[in-house]
């Protein structure tokens, strides 16, 4: 009876002592999502470049493109500060901080807005002007095989 107690305290104090471990232990790597919008019509912005850097140095952690709904999807990140330089041809660059930390391990950044460069331009491509001249073909002679031929 009184080995069973034991047995029972130890496994319990085991359980809690196991459990702590973890929960001190924390995520090692964080996850962080977001999805890129058009200022002006809410639409997506798909395969827009979204580029991870350190906050403290800039350096290059990773990058992603948005999807055709412009979702995009950071995952196994290592805890820290990072800047997020979302691009896109035509709109003005973001780059917001985030933080993941072992209590905030998971950010979702949600729908950002990103505001265009120029408003109600449009881009036409250049137009030559081709006038067309009529093919002149000047032939003074014309060699064949007898005036080719050695004597």
């Known amino acids: 009876m009184k080995s069973s107690v034991i047995n029972r305290f130890l496994a319990a104090l085991i359980f809690v002592l196991g459990s702590l471990q973890l929960v001190?232990?924390?995520p090692e790597?964080?996850?962080l999502t977001g999805?890129?919008?058009d200022g002006e019509t809410q639409e997506p912005i798909p395969f827009a470049n979204v580029v991870l850097l350190r906050a403290d140095d800039h350096s290059f952690v990773r990058?992603?493109?948005t999807d055709a709904e412009g979702a995009f999807k950071f995952n196994n990140v290592p805890l820290g500060d990072?800047?997020?330089r979302t691009t896109v041809l035509g709109y003005k660059s973001l780059k917001p901080i985030v933080s993941?930390?072992?209590l905030q391990g998971r950010i979702a950044l949600g729908?950002?807005?990103?505001q265009p460069l120029m408003r109600g331009m449009a881009?036409?491509?250049?137009?030559k002007d081709l006038k067309r001249q009529p093919a002149v073909a000047s032939v003074k002679r014309t060699l064949t095989a007898s005036t080719l031929a050695v004597r």
């Open 111 to 114: 729908s950002v807005a990103m």
């Open 29 to 31: 790597n964080g996850r």
């Open 63 to 65: 990058s992603v493109a």
């Open 35 to 37: 999805r890129l919008l």
């Open 82 to 84: 990072y800047t997020v």
């Open 123 to 127: 881009v036409r491509p250049a137009k």
């Open 24 to 26: 001190a232990s924390g």
């Open 100 to 102: 993941l930390s072992m």
